[in-house]
């Protein structure tokens, strides 16, 4: 008797017993849907009472492919998906057909050159070496989707490394941008499961200029942060014109609602390089852990 005999699996795996499953014959009762394996009945797996093992599954999937691929932290990236690559962005004017969309498009163009800074960014995170466990470290992490995301993912792909996007299903059409690594690209139906994972192994967080959705996760990050239920990782947020002229970050501390020491959570930068000094700052031992 050996070890390996010992340690043998009993139990046929589940994608054997699937394969057999589809060989069936075919009677009244097998083409029945009560008849199929759980597991491969969609319609089953969608009913509404089976939300919860939907969390579930969603919650494991990226969780598994992302420690088979020793991906220890990520660097993520939030932002636009409106804001043009410079090259774009005077095209985006002479397109525009009244005045209106002009000086939208005019506004945005002013913010172009974060595409640039965001690509940048990614570029350094992307190249921080893996630890002699071979675990990988600020691994670039967007939303999977154009502009800020698609800089971000396109910035790790320039030097060859592996990048995350977590995409999310939507009433209108839309895709990963080509830069994500198709192993890599995530597809949600939860934004609550989406946005845990992007802090899940979060060890870095950019903010760039943004609407509704850059707010949701910037803020959702914060209270995190401050509520305690996060330890504090360093939040860069690029763009201090757009950010203090949206959201009045003082008057918040004024009125009382949050603590002055509340506004140190934000680092306020311009270039990827203040950014990456800033986080070089805040982990000054540099030497990531290892991985099991």
Known sequence: MTKEEIAERKFRPARQEAADARKTVETPQTMSAAYRLAFQDTEFLLREDLRPIRFQLELLKPQLLMDEARIESTFVFYGSARIPQPEEAQARIDAAATPEQKRIAENLAKKARYYDEARKLA?????????????????????????????????????????????????????????????????????????????????????????????????????????GKMKPIPILLFGKDFWTRVVNFEALADEGVIAPSDLNLITWVETA??????????????????CD
Request: aromatic share 14%; with cysteine.
């Open 273 to 290: 390089e203040e950014a990456w000094a800033a986080v070089e700052a805040f982990y000054e031992d540099m030497e990531a852990p290892g």
């Open 123 to 227: 570029r350094i995170a992307a190249a921080y070496p893996a630890n002699p466990a071979g675990c990988r470290h600020f691994v670039v992490c967007s939303g999977g989707g154009p502009s800020i995301m698609e800089a971000a993912n396109r910035g790790a792909a320039d030097v060859g490394a592996q990048t995350i996007g977590m995409n999310i299903v939507l009433p209108h059409e839309q895709s990963p941008n080509r830069f994500v690594t198709p192993e890599l690209s995530f597809q949600f139906h939860y934004f609550a499961l989406r946005k845990m994972h992007f802090l899940l192994r979060a060890r870095a967080l950019a903010v760039f200029p943004g609407g509704f959705g850059t707010f949701d996760e910037f803020f959702e990050l914060l209270t995190l942060i401050q509520t």
